[in-house]
T-cell receptor, first 113, second 115 residues
Framework: KNQVEQSPQSLIILEGKNCTLQ??????????LRWYKQDTGRGPVSLTI?????NTKSNGRYTATLDADTKQSSLHITASQLSDSASYIC????????????FGKGTKLSVKP | NAGVTQTPKFRVLKTGQSMTLLCAQD?????MYWYRQDPGMGLRLIHY???????AKGEVPDGYNVSRLKKQNFLLGLESAAPSQTSVYFC??????????????FGPGTRLTVL
């Protein structure tokens, strides 16, 4: 069964610190992997999207990595800010005409001053 | 551009009542989607549409109906609301869905409570 597992479920860090969120998936055939940021009470917003041939992609202080062999991805946040407090959702897309998206449950990040 | 908008933002229903959620997008996207998001669970696809006049079932379609009479609008209907349908509903749109497709743009959500 296609699944996307994220860890940790929640994380608290101090402002200015770095952190890394993990995503493991079993989706096959694989098309791409996306990271979304979802602020409380808002819809998800895309941060990065990577195909199987891409190892890393950055968006400002956010850097996503992908290891298609081990089916693992990580999202690294550098010099965290209070505005980074949100849920981060890993989404994996199946290759094919349906292009099904499999959503992880998300990691809830809290950045404290 | 407003992007994806949803109406209403909040709604409280009694069991058995009906309602329609409206989603509108101004990006000329072909594909539109309705998701529900429940605590401790990932987003789950209810129904989607690949173009004007088309609809298809997603992962959790039971108890919901949809219509796409205009390209820019996607309606989600609950004919007889049940407490199990208490959730936050998100609409999204994209250029395509095939073969990895394109980024989905989400609306702000509708928080529905069924008593």
């Amino acid at each position: 069964k296609n699944q996307v597992e994220q860890s940790p479920q929640s994380l608290i860090i101090l402002e200015g610190k770095n952190c890394t969120l993990q995503c493991n998936y079993t989706v096959s055939p694989f098309s791409n992997l996306r990271w979304y940021k979802q602020d409380t009470g808002r819809g998800p917003v895309s941060l990065t999207i990577m195909t199987f041939s891409e190892n890393t992609k950055s968006n400002g202080r956010y850097t996503a990595t992908l290891d298609a062999d081990t089916k693992q991805s990580s999202l690294h946040i550098t010099a965290s800010q209070l505005s980074d407090s949100a849920s981060y959702i890993c989404v994996v897309s199946e290759w094919g005409s349906q292009g099904n998206l499999i959503f992880g449950k998300g990691t809830k990040l809290s950045v404290k001053p | 551009n407003a992007g994806v908008t949803q109406t209403p933002k909040f709604r409280v229903l009694k069991t058995g009542q009906s309602m329609t959620l409206l989603c509108a997008q101004d990006m000329n996207h072909e594909y539109m989607y309705w998701y529900r998001q429940d605590p401790g669970m990932g987003l789950r696809l209810i129904h989607y549409s690949v173009g004007e006049g088309t609809t298809a079932k997603g992962e959790v379609p039971d108890g919901y109906n949809v219509s796409r009479l205009k390209k820019q609008n996607f309606l989600l209907g609950l004919e007889s609301a049940a407490p199990s349908q208490t959730s936050v509903y998100f609409c999204a749109s994209s250029w395509t869905r095939q073969f990895g497709g394109d980024t989905q743009y989400f609306g702000p959500g509708t928080r529905l409570t069924v008593l």
